[in-house]
Nanobody
Framework: QVQLVESGGGLVQAGGSLRLSCAAS??????MGWFRQAPGKEREFVAY????????YYASSVKGRFTISRDNAKNTVFLQMNSLKPEDTAVYYC??????????????????WGQGTQVTVSS
């Protein structure tokens, strides 16, 4: 069984930065993603990284501002968020894929989920 625990969320002004962490225990996922869910909206894909860290993928809304990375020695995935905007406000979740390394934006394709961490960007 894999457990994912996010941390690093908080309140920040527009234009600021935050770094989210996702610590995994148990089996290493072959691919890890970050998603977010704003009030009244569906959960949406943010970023994805393969197990080696050699390939990354981003939603167009965050490309150039967010960076996903991972430290496999510490079994941790990070999401560096810069130039934050009020529309980035959401609960951010990390998720893991058990078998496939292929990137996907589909929520249903992920096997493990963390409990989420709140990110609030004030204008």
């Amino acid at each position: 069984q894999v457990q994912l625990v996010e941390s690093g969320g908080g309140l920040v002004q527009a234009g600021g930065s935050l770094r989210l962490s996702c610590a995994a225990s148990g089996r290493t996922s072959v691919g890890m993603g970050w998603f977010r869910q704003a009030p009244g909206k569906e959960r949406e894909f943010v970023a994805y990284i393969t197990r080696s860290g050699g390939s990354t993928y981003y939603a167009s809304s965050v490309k150039g501002r967010f960076t996903i990375s991972r430290d496999n020695a510490k079994n941790t995935v990070f999401l560096q968020m810069n130039s934050l905007k009020p529309e980035d406000t959401a609960v951010y979740y990390c998720a893991g894929r058990r078998l496939s390394w292929l990137p996907t934006e589909e929520v249903s394709e992920y096997d493990y989920w963390g409990q989420g961490t709140q990110v609030t960007v004030s204008s």
